[in-house]
């Protein structure tokens, strides 16, 4: 791939990731402006937190799909040279769901577009991560802490597979991601942490109250 393939390439990357659906969603469907509601950001745990399961599930599936549709923006000049490159190109996405065109550089945490790159490059480890996240919150009723876990043993699978591509990308991205969800940290420390309306922890909050 030559480099100004690559530069088209992870510009029409950036623009699919920075597509807001969690916002067009919420203004469209909900008349909710999920910038201003919640923590303000635009992904999955903001829209399961203000606008409901089904919005959150909309908004999950279509931001990993645009991670996905992203990295294979470096198919768009023929047969991609090596798998890395889906990961190279597949940055865009998720830099443009993080600081997306339509909504002033805003975005979200990435971790959807992000796994939505990682099924592109590694579609095992998306299965894996997948299990790990739906597990976690079925257990927790915490979509941000099932994010960070996801992360952090998608890292130590790259590593435990000697793919150091992925190590060095998986460590910066968990990095970024823990960052992003410092203000959650908090509230699951402080046992205030928004939760989904489903999960065994949910369930038995509410059993007793």
């Not at 469209?28 to 937190?49: E, K, M, P, V």
């Not at 998720?94 to 959807?112: D, E």
Request: charge should be positive; glycine fraction near 10%.
């Amino acid at each position: 791939m030559s480099s100004m393939h690559f530069i088209i390439s992870f510009i029409l990357a950036y623009c699919l990731g920075s597509l807001p659906f969690g916002y067009w969603i919420g203004k469209l469907f909900y008349n909710q402006d999920i910038l201003n509601a919640g923590s303000g950001n635009i992904g999955t745990t903001n829209t399961f937190r203000v606008l409901g399961n089904r919005a959150g599930l909309t908004v999950l599936v279509l931001d990993i799909l645009k991670g996905t549709a992203g990295a294979y923006m470096a198919a768009i000049w023929g047969n991609v040279p090596s798998k890395e490159w889906l990961f190279f190109v597949g940055l865009g996405a998720i830099i443009g769901h993080t600081f997306s065109m339509w909504i002033k550089f805003r975005g979200g945490k990435a971790v959807a577009t992000s796994a939505g790159v990682l099924l592109a490059y590694t579609p095992h480890l998306f299965v894996f991560a997948s299990l790990v996240f739906i597990t976690v919150i079925l257990l927790s009723s915490m979509v941000s802490l099932g994010s960070m876990i996801g992360f952090t043993l998608v890292t130590l699978a790259a590593i435990i597979e000697q793919d150091w591509l992925l190590t060095v990308i998986a460590v910066a991205l968990t990095i970024f991601v823990f960052y992003r969800h410092r203000e959650n940290i908090k509230r699951i420390k402080a046992g205030t942490e928004s939760l989904v309306p489903f999960g065994l922890y949910y369930w038995s909050k509410h059993r007793q109250s």
